[in-house]
């Protein structure tokens, strides 16, 4: 019986460190989250934006707002870069973003885990 604790015991900490070089591999990087926050921005903005405006608008403007919004992705990248703070925690990262344009436009924040060559945004709302 003592001999299967032990065995149990160098598996679970050899699990764990097994996890852990996984984890600290797959950390994924700031560029990484940058593509993923704007994929998700973008995909917002079509989403939820877009359907909302008129094509009066759209009209007036001379301009599709899907087209818009592509055509935007470099600025957007751009923004959430200056905007987002990460911290690493080598096994996992913790992106913070305060997104805010202007004063007529409402701000928001998002609070982003990346772990696993994957983004889990836990917290999302407006300010």
Known sequence: MKLWNIL???GSIGL???LGLVMANTNPS???YEDYAVKQLTSYLKKDVCNQTSKLIEKLINTNC???IDSANP???QL???TTEKEDLILFSIYRTELKVN???PAYRFETVGAFN???TYTAEQQ
Do not use: E, G, H
């Open 80 to 82: 959430l870069s200056l």
């Open 118 to 120: 994957n983004f889990y």
């Open 30 to 32: 700031q560029s990484a």
């Open 103 to 105: 004063n007529w436009l």
């Open 8 to 10: 149990v015991s160098f």
């Open 16 to 18: 764990a460190a097994v």
């Open 75 to 77: 600025q957007m990248r």
């Open 66 to 68: 899907d087209k818009f």
